[in-house]
């Protein structure tokens, strides 16, 4: 009843997408000046947001989709294209670090949607939930979703303890790695949407 390599293509495309090293930092400085409880809470509350939306796309992905009557070769070449935009990206190091606002929670807006549900970690779901045929494959998918965020959470929560252990040279290397191997990961999931589109027609 399980997967194993269901499991590890999700969870890998949706490490590189989320970058739990590269959110540390940028966690950090919107959670600056703030007491470690709060800051553990606000962990908590991102990663919950983020499982949200994911959890609705991974289960209304199909009806969203029929709905705007779009097929999923056209999705996958879309999602490989977007995820193509983000990996350009992480190897670039052109990330935008949304400043600390105090009239707002940023546990919920930006951490929660769009940094950790971004749409490319929204679009990997839907075309996982679609592609898995059987039950084992669908315990899999949703396996690897949840292990993906319980991960977030604890590098969100022990990011002090990280960010002093590999320092910002570390985390800049992760972010560059991860750059490299989700380009690969979107070039091919164009591929699968062409060929797709051709064996359709």
Same mark, same amino acid.
């Given at each position: 009843?399980?997967?194993?390599?269901?499991?590890? !293509?999700?969870?890998?495309?949706?490490? +590189?997408?989320?970058?739990?090293?590269?959110?540390?930092?940028?966690?950090?400085?919107?959670?600056?000046?703030?007491?470690?409880?709060?800051?553990?809470?606000?962990?908590?509350? #991102?990663?919950?947001? #983020?499982?949200?939306?994911?959890?609705?796309?991974?289960?209304?992905?199909?009806?969203?989709?029929?709905?705007? =009557?779009?097929? +999923?070769?056209?999705?996958?070449?879309?999602?490989?294209?977007?995820?193509?935009?983000?990996?350009?990206?992480?190897? %670039?190091?052109?990330?935008?670090?949304?400043?600390?606002?105090?009239?707002?929670?940023?546990?919920?807006?930006?951490?929660?949607?769009?940094?950790?549900?971004?749409?490319?970690?929204?679009? !990997?779901?839907?075309? #996982?939930?679609?592609?898995?045929?059987? #039950?084992?494959?669908?315990?899999?998918?949703?396996?690897?979703?949840?292990?993906? =965020? +319980?991960?977030?959470?604890?590098?969100?929560?022990? !990011?002090?303890?990280?960010?002093?252990?590999?320092?910002?040279?570390?985390?800049?290397?992760?972010?560059?790695?991860?750059?490299?191997?989700?380009?690969?990961?979107?070039?091919?999931?164009?591929?699968?949407?062409? %060929?797709?589109?051709?064996?359709?027609?």
């Amino acid at each position: 009843m399980f997967d194993v390599a269901v499991f590890g !293509s999700l969870f890998l495309t949706l490490f +590189v997408i989320m970058d739990p090293p590269g959110i540390t930092p940028i966690f950090l400085a919107l959670t600056s000046g703030r007491a470690a409880k709060v800051q553990r809470r606000m962990a908590w509350q #991102a990663v919950a947001v #983020a499982f949200g939306v994911i959890t609705v796309f991974g289960l209304l992905g199909q009806q969203i989709l029929n709905y705007l =009557h779009v097929s +999923v070769p056209a999705l996958m070449i879309a999602g490989g294209l977007l995820l193509l935009l983000i990996a350009l990206d992480l190897l %670039t190091g052109k990330t935008d670090e949304p400043k600390q606002t105090k009239d707002v929670n940023v546990a919920l807006v930006p951490l929660g949607m769009p940094l950790l549900a971004g749409p490319g970690a929204i679009v !990997s779901v839907i075309l #996982a939930v679609q592609n898995a045929d059987g #039950a084992a494959a669908q315990v899999s998918v949703w396996a690897a979703i949840v292990a993906m =965020h +319980v991960v977030l959470w604890l590098t969100m929560r022990y !990011s002090l303890l990280i960010i002093r252990v590999i320092k910002d040279g570390g985390v800049v290397l992760v972010t560059r790695l991860a750059g490299m191997m989700l380009s690969a990961i979107a070039v091919q999931q164009i591929i699968n949407g062409v %060929t797709q589109v051709i064996q359709n027609a």
